[in-house]
């Protein structure tokens, strides 16, 4: 019996991710994190549409408040303002949450651990995302090794990024070859309501989708020209 848990905010990567764990696996579990991010309801709501699509063996919702008294980022601190409308490869942005994945990871090796889960899929992207030190390919190499050197010897657990290598564009259109559906998906740091358009998030989102040919099927509340 293949079991795979798959770490699910409810966006666009973790979607596809959760997708290709389908296919992978005779049972999927799938993970989601509150942790005091301004669209944490939004992402919510997403995460459960996209549940509701795909059926896993069964769900976890954890609230991690200790990322907000933590702060150090944009995300979880309203006193540090999301930057707009730039994407930059020059540094990391304030919206990167110290070590977030990290711990994200973790928890789901846990999870794996009781369930007998062999894999965790995450949906991080490396090489055209926004820079997070903990979305790198080797990070992952080496949280494998540590999770199976700190948990049981009978416990062989697979971190498993199959989104790593691509583009934003590739990762579009991998989903729309798994007919995945974009619309329960939700990206935006800032807005619940319709996607702010202007955060980096939104931005790397927009571009994947014109790259791909293709329109996004969330609304927006700036004007994109998908025809452009």
Request: a negative charge.
């Amino acid at each position: 019996m293949k079991r795979g848990i798959v770490l699910a905010s409810g966006g666009m990567d973790s979607l596809v991710t959760t997708a290709i764990a389908k296919s992978e696996n005779d049972e999927i579990y799938l993970l989601h994190i509150n942790y005091g991010q301004r669209t944490q309801d939004r992402e919510l709501l997403a995460f459960k549409a996209i549940s509701d699509y795909y059926i896993p063996k069964d769900i976890l919702i954890l609230d991690l408040a200790y990322f907000t008294q933590i702060g150090g980022n944009s995300l979880t601190d309203r006193t540090i303002e999301i930057p707009t409308n730039q994407l930059s490869d020059q540094e990391v942005p304030n919206t990167y949450v110290p070590f977030r994945n990290g711990n994200l990871v973790s928890i789901a090796a846990s999870w794996a651990e009781v369930i007998n889960a062999q894999s965790i899929y995450i949906g991080a992207v490396e090489v055209d995302g926004s820079g997070y030190p903990d979305c790198r390919k080797v990070f992952y190499e080496q949280l494998e090794k540590a999770i199976n050197l700190g948990t049981k010897e009978e416990t062989n657990i697979q971190i498993k990024t199959p989104l790593i290598d691509k583009t934003k564009s590739e990762i579009i259109q991998l989903g729309k070859s798994l007919y995945v559906p974009f619309e329960l998906s939700w990206s935006c740091y800032q807005s619940s309501v319709k996607a702010c358009g202007v955060c980096d998030s939104c931005l790397l989102r927009i571009n994947a989708f014109k790259r791909a040919g293709l329109i996004d099927p969330i609304p927006y509340a700036v004007e994109i020209g998908w025809t452009d």
